[in-house]
């Protein structure tokens, strides 16, 4: 299939999770458990009906090849393309209520279980608002089909910065303590993927993990959008990022709305070169 072709596809099943997922955030038992997903995370009904929706979808395509946060890998495992799907990023939100949260898909193209490959294709949708983000690889982002841009923030003192601190090693608080310090307001909303989309239209100015916590399913999609909206997407270091397309890697980033914006952030998470006793 053309990348034309599986936005469309991608746009009419995340749209279809819409509808069917997010009437149940209105009803009682929106934490249902009903088992453990690939990752050894709690698999509550909400995730399980948008898996089901997304990876029908994705049946009726020959030769694809799917990694989900909750069924591990699924399709043809011979398919040289990959779908990277986190069925609903944000669970815990909406386990409590709290509206913010989505779903997302990406489409590797050439894709391997060991990292090989390129994401050509992110859709992002927001189950509570409805808006949804989408990319093409050369073809620039978009939210509910108008072009977005990031922020030309160039003072990290002026910057909105998200710092995910969820579950974060005791040791990384001082590391980040120049940035949180030099940043105009740090915040954190609980659904990553949605959280890069905001970074890719410009309401805030960059997106911190250090935790070595991020997986793939929960980053790829939104990835391709930020990058195609202007973003700069490294590792810590300011090196490249290639995370495995693997539910048992791990790996941190940052993404900032520019270069001039991305070079201070990255100097304020520079790793100490004597790390404090205990960290």
Known sequence: MKPSDWEGLLLGATEEVLRRVSP????????????????????????????????????????????????????????????????????????????????????????????????????????VTGDVYAARRGKGA????????????????????????????????????????????????????????FLAEGKTDAFVDLRERMRITDFAAAWLIALEAGAEVTGRDGGELSPAYDLAHRFSFVASANPRIHRQILERCARPLHPPPGG
């Not at 601190?165 to 909303?189: M, N, T, W």
Request: hydrophobic share 40%; with cysteine.
């Open 24 to 127: 149940l955030s209105a009803r009682g038992g929106r934490g249902r458990e009903v088992g453990l997903g690939a990752a050894g995370d709690r698999t509550i009904y909400a995730d399980k009906l948008a898996e089901d929706l997304l990876l029908k979808k994705m049946g009726r395509v020959r030769g694809v090849r799917v990694l989900s946060e909750e069924a591990g890998e699924a399709g043809d495992p011979g398919g040289r393309t990959l779908a990277v799907v986190d069925p609903l990023d944000g669970s815990s939100n909406f386990v409590r209520g709290i509206p913010f949260y989505c779903t997302s898909v990406a489409i590797v193209e050439k894709g391997t279980a060991e990292g090989s490959g390129v994401v050509e294709v992110g859709v992002v949708r927001d189950l």
């Open 142 to 197: 978009t939210k509910n089909g108008k072009p977005i841009r990031t922020a030309a923030t160039a003072k990290i003192t002026e910057a909105v910065v998200g710092v995910d601190l969820s579950s974060a090693p005791k040791g990384l608080y001082p590391e980040l303590q120049p940035l949180l310090d030099g940043i105009k307001r740090q915040v954190h909303l609980g659904a990553n993927a949605l959280e890069l989309c």
